[in-house]
């Protein structure tokens, strides 16, 4: 029983953290939020060499063959870090690929990916707010040469940036994920601004958008369980960067409760705030127990992996938000402003609450588990 | 990282497991002796004070096997070790600060149960300002004569000697002036009274002293010591429960889930209604994160590192838990959760509290209030974790300095 990183996960976990604090600084995050992209190039080219864009995928193509604690790692830092970019959606559909993509499928995409000369990401929520892979409405209809595809996506995360996106469409066989090629024909994009600049989002259009035959992924009409599976991964990659914006926002609250002074004393020394810290404290470890036992889980193929995943993301978005919150009120006045830097992390946490899968789906998932 | 139990911890729970199964009473225990009998077959076969020293009569076993073995106790709900206190606190301290004729005197029938403890710590007007208790131990040459009255006493009505925290010295700083004594409940000057509790069941009592006698031989530790000594094994607790806490909020977790079952609303049962659904993902959420800290608990411990200030942290996780988890059963359950008696049995569901006691979820909800108050209260283990985990300066106070 060992719940804590070993060497090598804690070198990993350092050097993410030096990187993004030189490289991602508050001020650095800023100017992608004015950036038309939204995220640096340079940054990207930095990562690759890190490779952090290849951490999770088979040393075959070019990765590191590491798991989901090592992408969590990272995730957890970027969170920290408020990072801005398609790092987590690209590295979503590098995984699908290699987990249950056809060989062509894998060659034309992930080297690309490893050597950080393409970007994906996934377009999952369809016209019904609802998580559940089977309420895609999108269409698929079978042509001579292949399929096209016809609906409208919502909320695709860093779509304008990437090269390729999985959309999932029902097809007369059933559920069928399609590998989506960004150029394609008919496929159109109008972003979506959130509270969080540092999240891009486009509405994805499908005008009968054509794909070829070899386009799908696995077998069609057979695509629920890797739907579940990126589900499950995206959860627990979200739950460790809000996890990551949580620690920070604690960290620059207990910071300024040491120095800030009302009534002549450090507020830190009241109870109202001192206790308000404590909690913060509680949840933000119990965040970590959380979201680490599901990446660990993952990782090792546990019975309770997808129970894990839905626990994660239920508990660490409250408690994410939670804390952010806090910290706000922590501060004060200065907290409220644009100019200090806790928005970047409060912004982060809400930003990710909803996505693969809110609370209230994890939690209906949870019942079914522990009931059925 | 890699959260699977070794061979041996494996094979530990499988021996275990099987002890008990045939092993367990057969019927309810119901008199002291019967207790005590149980406790002895506990000891023989090596479940209780298995986390002492080998020296002292203990097992030597690690943290994970500790909490294995009660998480099996609880799986079956074994009725627990009838010398609690003096196993988890007393044995501990006796052994950390004791003199070696102490430790020859008391630790062996502490294990065997053939003579029970209790803690004289809490008085009326010194709770969570435990350094504040007005209780006196004066030197009368050759004893100490003890004077004063103390409350929430575990196991008081049964026990047969009381650790106890007692002022020797009024004219220094209250938390220098406190020292530590074994103390015999069994003379004239030690009256024990039941103390019933919102439950209705008494736990507890309050013990009424009066110049009572303390032997010399039996301070622990220096004069002056006794706040020193009780912060120290205050923290003795060493994560054996934390498997067992959460087995035990994990049955009752399925024993609601039958409840919603049966009850019906709408013609259909609660647990199909969308809302009773999503307040049981919530809470079986919270609970499997409390089974994901006490793993994280437990692997630290095995690595040798003390819990220290995080067993604060666990604490307040714990029984903040346990308050919203029967908060939630009861709103689920309504007046069929606050039931004690006159339900046919088809309405009548049963739920282990966490105390180990208790059939009902009504006793259970009741109960589950005392969890943020014993041991240190939520908000003093928020001032501890405030100010010795995140460092957060201490509060201005009077008292540190003054006598």
């Known amino acids: 029983m060992d719940f804590t990183f070993d060497q090598d996960q804690q070198l990993l976990r350092n050097a993410a953290r030096a990187f993004l604090d030189e490289h991602c600084t508050p001020t650095a995050v800023r100017a992608l939020w004015d950036d038309s992209r939204g995220e640096s190039e340079a940054m990207w080219k930095d990562m690759t060499q890190l490779g952090w864009l290849g951490l999770s995928l088979p040393e075959v193509f070019g990765g590191s063959g590491l798991g989901m604690v090592e992408t969590a790692i990272v995730l957890e830092e970027m969170g920290r870090a408020a990072y801005s970019g398609s790092y987590f959606p690209t590295v979503l559909v590098a995984t699908s690929l290699a987990l249950g993509g056809s060989a062509e499928q894998q060659k034309r995409w992930l080297p690309a990916i490893a050597t950080g000369s393409a970007r994906g990401t996934v377009a999952l929520l369809d016209a019904e707010w609802n998580w559940d892979p089977d309420a895609v409405t999108t269409r698929a209809t079978k042509t001579a040469k292949g399929w096209t595809l016809t609906g409208a996506k919502r909320f695709v995360p860093w779509a304008h940036v990437a090269d390729v996106v999985l959309v999932p469409a029902r097809a007369p066989e059933g559920l069928t994920l399609f590998v989506v090629d960004s150029a394609a024909a008919g496929l159109t994009l109008t972003p979506v601004t959130g509270i969080d600049p540092g999240t891009r989002w486009s509405a994805l259009a499908l005008h009968g958008t054509p794909v070829a035959a070899d386009a799908v992924l696995g077998t069609p009409g057979q695509a629920r369980p890797i739907l579940e599976m990126l589900l499950r991964r995206g959860a627990v990659g979200a739950s460790a960067e809000m996890l990551g914006a949580a620690r920070r926002a604690l960290d620059m609250s207990v910071a300024y409760a040491k120095v800030r002074e009302q009534f002549g004393q450090p507020i830190g020394s009241f109870q109202a705030i001192r206790h308000k810290c404590a909690e913060m404290l509680l949840e933000v470890e119990n965040a970590h127990a959380a979201t680490y036992y599901a990446a660990w889980a993952l990782d090792a193929g546990a019975e309770d992996a997808p129970l894990a995943a839905s626990v994660a993301k239920a508990y660490v978005g409250e408690a994410a938000r939670k804390v952010c919150g806090e910290a706000i009120q922590v501060h004060g006045g200065i907290g409220f402003t644009w100019e200090y830097d806790l928005h970047l992390y409060f912004k982060r946490a809400k930003a990710l609450e909803p996505m693969y899968g809110d609370a209230d789906y994890h939690r209906e998932l949870i019942v079914r588990h522990v009931t059925d | ?403």
Request: aromatic share 8%; charged share 25%.
């Open chain 2, 1 to 403: 990282m890699d959260l699977t139990y070794s061979p041996e911890d494996l094979a530990f729970r499988e021996r275990t497991r099987r002890w008990f199964e045939g092993n367990m009473p057969r019927q309810e225990l119901k008199t002291l002796a019967e207790r005590k009998a149980w406790h002895r077959t506990l000891y023989d076969a090596g479940f209780v004070g298995m986390g002492w020293p080998r020296q002292y009569g203990g097992r030597d076993a690690t943290p994970m096997q500790q909490a294995i073995a009660a998480d099996e106790m609880a799986r079956v709900n074994a009725p627990p070790p009838t010398n609690g206190l003096g196993i988890g606190i007393v044995g501990p301290t006796i052994f950390v600060h004791g003199t070696e004729a102490q430790k020859q005197r008391y630790l062996r029938k502490i294990l065997t149960a053939e003579e029970l403890w209790c803690q004289l710590y809490s008085e009326p007007n010194a709770g969570s300002d435990l350094a504040s208790l007005k209780t006196r131990a004066d030197d009368r040459g050759d004893h100490f004569e003890v004077t004063g009255q103390k409350i929430w006493t575990s196991g008081g009505l049964n026990a047969d000697w009381g650790l106890l925290l007692a002022r020797t010295d009024a004219a220094v700083p209250k938390h220098k002036g406190i020292s530590c004594f074994l103390i015999s409940m069994r003379q004239p000057g030690v009256e024990v009274r039941p103390l019933k509790q919102i439950t209705g069941s008494a736990e507890f009592a309050e013990v009424f002293v009066t110049q009572a006698r303390g032997e010399k031989s039996d301070l622990v530790g220096r004069l002056g010591q006794g706040w020193e000594i009780a912060q120290t094994t205050l923290s003795y607790e060493r994560g054996a429960n934390s498997l067992a806490r959460v087995t035990r909020y994990a049955s009752a977790f399925s024993q609601l889930v039958n409840a919603s079952k049966v009850l019906r609303r709408g013609g259909r049962p609660l647990l199909e209604d969308p809302v009773v659904r999503a307040k049981l993902g919530r809470i079986y959420a919270e609970l499997e994160v409390q089974r994901y800290a006490a793993l994280r608990v437990l692997s630290a411990l095995t690595k040798g590192e003390g819990p220290g200030t995080a067993s604060s942290i666990t604490k307040l996780s714990y029984s903040e838990f346990e308050k919203r988890f029967n908060e939630l059963a009861l709103e689920i359950l309504g007046p069929y959760g606050q039931t004690m008696a006159g339900l046919p049995e088809d309405l009548n569901f049963p739920v282990v509290a966490s105390s180990g006691h208790g059939e009902t979820w009504a006793y259970a909800f009741l109960w589950s209030r005392a969890g943020t108050i014993y041991s240190g209260s939520s908000e003093i283990q928020k001032n501890v974790i405030g100010e010795r985990v995140l460092g957060l300066p201490k509060e201005p106070r009077a008292d540190r300095t003054r006598a």
